[in-house]
Every structure is written in structure tokens, then in C-alpha cells.
């Protein structure tokens, strides 16, 4: 087994519109091993969300492959990349995106019971706790402020 998580190769990214084209993301390459952690760090409109979102199956590179445990995410279809997402991605993003009709604890319930755990309630409940959010779990986003709905979003 290889320990190399995520590997980037050669990722190119430009959308067109009536403007024109614009080159988001040039050949970016770079790999990641198991266990390793890492910031990206750009100035606001570098490309970081861009390439997150690609990196998690999100978008797809106008050229270039993503590996994400050995799996070449734009080679499997679409059903595929969701259930790798599931398995293998956590993603936070930038606005979050807690589903407003769910209070903090289905917010966090949800994807455990999408992948049949019996123990959801707890396991998020005691996610809740774990970024300090204990007193919130009847809480919905929209009386939550930005930091509590991001440290929803992580649990
Ligand atoms: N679908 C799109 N069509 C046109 N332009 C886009 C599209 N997606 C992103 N962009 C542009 O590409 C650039 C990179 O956007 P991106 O969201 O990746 O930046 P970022 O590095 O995450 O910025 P921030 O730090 O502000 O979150 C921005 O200038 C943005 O306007
Ligand atoms: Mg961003």
C-alpha cells in the first residue's frame, strides 16, 4: 500500500464566459501522505476553494488528475465520487452549508445515518461537545453565530 493520500498531477482549471476565459488554476502538482497535514495559503481570488473543491471531487479540473487514495476521481462516475466523498472527504465550507431546517445535532446527524450508523445520536453528540458546543445542540443555524455554525460544520 502506498502512503500517499492525495496526489495532484498536473491540475489546470479556467472557466469562460462572455468576458472570456480565465485561468484559475495552472499545474498545480503536489501529493499528500497519510497522516500529513497542510495549510494553503494565497491571497483572496488565488484559487484555494477552487482547488479544495476539485481536490474533493466537487468540480472537475479542465485538465489533470486528482488521486485520492489511489483512485482516480475523474476516471469513476459521478455516483462513484459521491461515495468516496462519503467515506474518505470531510469537507468545511467557506459558508458552510448546514442545512437550515435542521437543528445542530441533525446537522451532524445526518451523514452518520446516511451511512447506516446505529449510533448517530450519540457519536454526534459527543462530536457537539468536542468543539464546545454541548449547550447548542437544539440550536438551527440561523440563531447560531458564524464561528458555532463553522464548529458545527467540522464536528
Ligand atoms: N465558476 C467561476 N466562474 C468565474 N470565475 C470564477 C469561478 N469560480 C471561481 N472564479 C474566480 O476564480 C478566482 C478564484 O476563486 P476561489 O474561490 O478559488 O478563490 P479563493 O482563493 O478561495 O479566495 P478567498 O480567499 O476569497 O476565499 C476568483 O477570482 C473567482 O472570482
Ligand atoms: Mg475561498
Known amino acids: 500500500m502506498s502512503d500517499v493520500m492525495i496526489a495532484v498531477q498536473h491540475v489546470f482549471k479556467s ?16 501529493s499528500l501522505n497519510k497522516g500529513e497535514t497542510a495549510a494553503i495559503v494565497g491571497a483572496s481570488g488565488s484559487g484555494k476553494s477552487t482547488l479544495l473543491s476539485i481536490v474533493a471531487g466537487l468540480d472537475t479540473p479542465t485538465s ?9 476521481l ?13 467515506q ?9 452549508q ?7 445535532l441533525e446537522n451532524v446527524m445526518l ?19 468536542r468543539v464546545g458546543l454541548g449547550e447548542r445542540l437544539g440550536h438551527y443555524p440561523k440563531v447560531l453565530s458564524g464561528g458555532e455554525q463553522q464548529r ?4
Do not use: C, W, Y
Request: a negative charge; glycine letters at 8%; proline letters at 1%.
Open 64 to 72: 489533470g488528475t486528482v488521486l485520492v487514495d489511489g483512485v482516480d
Open 15 to 30: 472557466v469562460t464566459d462572455s468576458t472570456g476565459t480565465l485561468t484559475i488554476l495552472r499545474d498545480i502538482d503536489f
Open 88 to 96: 474518505k472527504v470531510g469537507f468545511v465550507f467557506q459558508s458552510f
Open 74 to 86: 475523474f476516471v469513476i462516475n459521478e455516483d462513484q465520487r459521491a461515495a468516496l466523498r462519503a
Open 111 to 129: 451523514p452518520l445515518e446516511l451511512s447506516g450508523r446505529r449510533d448517530a445520536r450519540a457519536t454526534a453528540t459527543r462530536m457537539l461537545h
Open 98 to 104: 448546514l442545512l437550515g431546517n435542521l437543528n445542530a
Open 152 to 155: 458545527v460544520a467540522l464536528a
